[in-house]
Nanobody, 115 residues
Framework: QVQLVESGGGLVQYGGSLRLSCAAPVSRIGTYRMGWYRQAAGKQREMVALITSGDSTTYADSVKGRFTISRDNAKIAVHLQMNNLKPEDTATYYC?????????WGHGTLVIVSS
């Protein structure tokens, strides 16, 4: 597994914005898929947004139009711009990296959206 370094969580008001970032301290790894999952209290972990090394993106229906995932071409890193945040977005957000069917997870960063 690869160690993932997350940043950017915090407390924000309803309608506000946050930007999450995640970096993997590795060099060239070929094709990969990277992104974010989240887990709210008492709920299962769910996919939020993913991006491939070929820039194909996938979003959960609940965040489409509000969240944007992007990747850094210079290094293995992704960013999640979260706009128009809602209380139901409150969760621990986990960075995810898949390389050749091997999954790596970050420790999680907490996002709290107050109403």
């Amino acid at each position: 597994q690869v160690q993932l370094v997350e940043s950017g969580g915090g407390l924000v008001q309803y309608g506000g914005s946050l930007r999450l970032s995640c970096a993997a301290p590795v060099s060239r790894i070929g094709t990969y898929r990277m992104g974010w999952y989240r887990q709210a209290a008492g709920k299962q972990r769910e996919m939020v947004a993913l991006i491939t090394s070929g820039d194909s993106t996938t979003y959960a229906d609940s965040v489409k139009g509000r969240f944007t995932i992007s990747r850094d071409n210079a290094k293995i890193a992704v960013h999640l711009q979260m706009n128009n945040l809602k209380p139901e977005d409150t969760a621990t957000y986990y960075c995810y990296l898949q390389i050749s069917e091997t999954d790596s997870w970050g420790h999680g960063t907490l996002v709290i959206v107050s109403s």
